[in-house]
């Protein structure tokens, strides 16, 4: 296969991917929708109810106005159904919630039915006891409906949820390999090259190891130099041009290495960037191979290759977010000391390379139990924070001290360090998701504390930050529970 090849190869791997994305985006996103829909159903049926209470206490009844209201009510089931494809029917069908589609279209036919209800009474075809005896029947029916709804629509973005992003990270794992792979075929081809450039230019055999060991695009680049360098001179200039490109390449491969083997510690772009950005590059590796631009193609499929490792990292991080609601909650008896130790060793290279000096503190009369995952989640992400965004300025050595404490009915878990703290005006968004304080300093996902955050909430406890010149502390105060 030849380096154009090679790289429109690249370009369809990205496009697979970033459409397979955005088609679970888009899924994802249609979740809320139909909870939206349901939402306004509830309000219409409330002003259904309205309507039922006047007509009882025999208030003067608005016919027109009862219609409206049916009418609306019925508007929520037909949007719905307008709203699912083939692709929603199928996944519905495959995990048992597709009575969703049945509840829509029950619920039309019982709005018709009201409809003709009204006309009936309107037309002293039926009483007013009929009709309000009617009504109520066709109220416990649509609310019904509307509790009915709720948790398919819930259990199939859940299952989405679970299947997309997997699928996802799946495809950005495949992608980055099928990449580097690329990268270093396309690299070996360029090695052979040079080897072959090295040589003396009146060799005449230099043709023929051309047409042996080099195809495609190289060997026409290579036969054309071999005619243009009329000296040493230059084929030293083409060969030092050449391993400065391989050096590049080299350069950039071990980076993304690196980024990869301290991928817990790396930030990345938020979805939009590194997709936009992808898509763009696309565009342009397209351009350069229509222009014969393979050393300018080369270069932006590297930065796609940068720009899929950012993308895994953050749909890793909001994989993370999302399991938090499926982790298993049972509780068991937790020595922090030693799980501070376990964190602290996978820090380690961020402690040794600035000297940060982690303490545990722990004050408990009974021992400390509750769930262990969530637990280690909430530590780690405080203890990796607070060594992240240490101050480098202040005269005192960088130091996190971690303390527990037993209350009432709760134990206090804290998280103290002297590093850089968050500004003032920004405290109402530290437990955002996607909120970075400090980009200049340290750069990630945004989302370690809105983790925090949603473990602490899960284990019915409470969060709070103070922070100022002299540093950070977050204080959790989590009920207690029996093992």
């Known amino acids: ?114 409809l003709l209800a009204v006309t009936s009474f309107e037309n002293q075809q039926i009483t007013r006891e009929q009709l309000l005896s009617q009504l109520k029947e066709f109220e416990n029916i649509f609310t019904q409906h509307s509790q009915q709804f709720e948790k398919p629509v819930s259990d199939t973005v859940s299952f989405l949820m679970r299947t997309m992003i997997p699928f996802i990270i ?13 990268s270093k075929s396309i690299s070996s081809s360029i090695r052979r090259a040079i080897n072959l450039l090295e040589r003396n230019s009146d060799d005449k055999n230099l043709s023929e190891d051309i047409d042996k060991h080099v195809s495609g695009e190289l060997q026409t680049l290579l036969l054309a130099a071999r005619e243009r360098l009329a000296n040493e001179m230059l084929v030293t200039e083409v060969n030092q041009r050449l391993e400065k490109l391989v050096e590049q390449r080299t350069e950039s491969l071990t980076q993304a290495n690196a980024e990869l083997a301290q991928f817990a510690y790396r930030a990345s ?49 909001i994989l993370s977010l999302t399991e938090i609601d499926s982790l298993d909650n049972n509780v068991t008896e937790i020595d922090v000391i030693q799980m501070v130790a376990e964190i602290q060793q996978r820090l380690s290279s961020i402690i040794e390379l600035h000297n940060e000096e982690i303490t545990c503190d722990i004050y408990l009369e009974n021992p400390f139990v509750s769930n262990k995952v969530r637990i280690v989640q909430i530590l780690e992400n405080l203890i990796s924070n ?66 925090v955050k949603k473990h602490v909430d899960y284990l019915n406890g409470t969060i709070l930050m103070q922070t100022s010149e002299l540093g950070t502390l977050f204080t959790t105060n989590i009920p207690k529970q029996v093992s």
């Open 386 to 451: 607070a060594l992240k965004y240490r101050d480098e300025d202040k005269a005192e050595k960088p130091y996190v001290k971690v303390s527990l404490s037993e209350k009432t009915d709760s134990y206090q878990l804290s998280v103290q360090d002297n590093g850089i703290g968050i500004p003032l005006e920004r405290h109402d968004e530290v437990f955002q998701m996607f909120k970075r304080f400090h980009p200049k300093i340290s750069f990630g996902s945004g989302l370690g504390l809105a983790i």
């Open 269 to 317: 772009h938020d979805l939009k960037a590194p997709l936009s950005s992808s898509k763009l590059l696309t565009r342009f590796i397209v351009e350069d191979i229509q222009s014969g631009l393979l050393t300018s193609a080369i270069e932006d499929a590297q930065k796609i290759h940068g720009q899929m490792e950012k993308l895994e990292d953050l749909v890793v991080s």
């Open 170 to 182: 799946i495809i950005s794992m495949f992608n980055i390999v099928s990449i580097g792979y690329m």
């Open 1 to 114: 296969m030849n380096i154009s090849s090679k790289l429109k190869l690249i370009v369809v791997l990205t496009i697979f991917e970033i459409s397979i994305t955005l088609l679970a985006v888009l899924e994802i996103s249609k979740g809320a929708q139909f909870h939206q829909l349901n939402l306004l159903h509830l309000k219409y049926i409330s002003q259904f109810t309205g309507n039922i209470l006047a007509l009882e206490n025999k208030i003067q009844f608005d016919v027109l106005d009862m219609k409206r209201v049916i009418t609306d009510i019925r508007q929520q089931p037909i949007d719905c159904i307008e709203k699912i494809d083939f692709i929603n029917v199928f996944v519905m069908r495959q995990i048992g919630t597709s009575a969703v589609v049945d509840i829509c279209h029950e619920d039309i036919k019982q709005a018709n039915r009201a």
